[in-house]
């Protein structure tokens, strides 16, 4: 879909949330290539701006360091048109950080059951703990206390343990082209 007919669509951008492990980043990236729009990744950005991993940002700075800049790129990058954006997990929980993403944008709740969000992160383990001791209490603890924030904000949700990811696409597109 090129820029011009964006333009008419009621959406103007395609926003990812969920919880990490869940994946944003596939779908975010597939979505990008079939509608010939740009990927941006909320994740990428704040490296870029910090100039080191997100681990060793955390380790050195801390979360709310970490949620000041993540902030701080939404809002320079939420305005553009023709662009996926692949979220962190925790955009939801900073009011602005959603007010900026909403609009224009067709907001997809990217979700997973936690034990299989927790298999997947056991495999890649290179995600900062958000504030439990080990990783599966971290996962039950923040994914439960995020359902509501992901509910409120998601105006689909997809779930990738029973779609394939060009199911999931194929849902997606079918419900951005119709608006
Ligand atoms: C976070 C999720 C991560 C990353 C950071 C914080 C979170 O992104 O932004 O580690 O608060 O859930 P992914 O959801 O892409 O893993």
Known sequence: MTLASAKNQRYQRITLIGFRGAG??????????????????????????S????AELVKQKGWDT????ESEVIEKSAGERGIVIDCGGG??????????LVPKSLVVWVDAPPEIIYRRLKEIGDR???????????????????LPFYRRYGMIRVDTAEQSVAEICEHILKKFKSA
């Open 24 to 49: 944003k980043t596939t779908l975010a990236k597939r979505l990008a290539s079939l509608l010939n729009w740009r990927y941006i990744s909320i994740d990428q950005l704040i490296e870029q701006e």
């Open 51 to 54: 100039g080191i991993a997100i």
């Open 66 to 69: 970490f949620r000041r800049i």
């Open 91 to 100: 955009v939801v929980e900073r009011k602005e950080n959603m007010r900026w």
């Open 128 to 146: 900062p703990l958000l504030n439990q001791k080990d990783l599966k209490a971290d996962i039950v603890e923040n994914y439960f206390r995020r």
